[in-house]
């Protein structure tokens, strides 16, 4: 058992969800997008598909325009990058881009991401990506400088 945040200012039921009558156990949500659901399969699995209403409406693209992500490799540690990706953030996020930073360790790389939905916006930022990281654009996450492999 474990005692969770709880925020005064939201509704019980935004905080607590019972998706499942047939069950005692309730899904836990923390600042209203972290869920915390059982460890045992049986009952996660049977709260998972009772919060399957409310998480499909979210997954669905309502435009049609599908998310993108875009994977970066850099030589750069993330503290080398930090700096100029916050600057990319903030460039971004008006059209609803997220940057993201993920280290390698033990590899020559670090990972750098884009994500949105706005495909076109994002490939005209593939040069100036890559020259503010230092890196090159690979097609998978795990694929490194060089064609090295995580």
Same mark, same amino acid.
């Given at each position: 058992m474990i005692i969770l945040p709880y925020d005064k200012s939201r509704p019980d039921g935004d905080q607590v969800l019972?998706?499942?009558?047939?069950l005692w156990v309730p899904i836990a949500v923390v600042n209203g997008n972290v869920h915390i659901l059982p460890g045992v399969p049986r009952l996660f699995e049977k709260l998972l598909e009772g919060l399957k209403p409310s998480l499909?409406?979210?997954l669905l693209d309502p435009e049609g325009k599908?998310?993108?992500r875009m994977f970066f490799a850099t030589p750069l540690a993330e503290s080398a990058v930090a700096e100029?990706?916050?600057e990319l953030q !903030?460039? #971004?996020g008006s059209k609803g881009?997220?940057?993201g930073s993920y280290p390698r360790w033990g590899k020559a790389w670090n990972t750098v991401t884009?994500?949105?939905r706005e495909p076109e916006y994002m490939e005209s930022l593939v040069e100036e990506v890559e020259a503010g990281v230092q890196g !090159?654009? #690979?097609n998978k996450e795990e694929d490194g400088l060089d064609g090295d492999k995580a």
């Open positions: 019972f998706v499942d009558e047939s499909i409406p979210r599908g998310v993108s100029y990706l916050t !903030k460039k #971004v881009i997220k940057v884009l994500v949105g !090159k654009r #690979v």
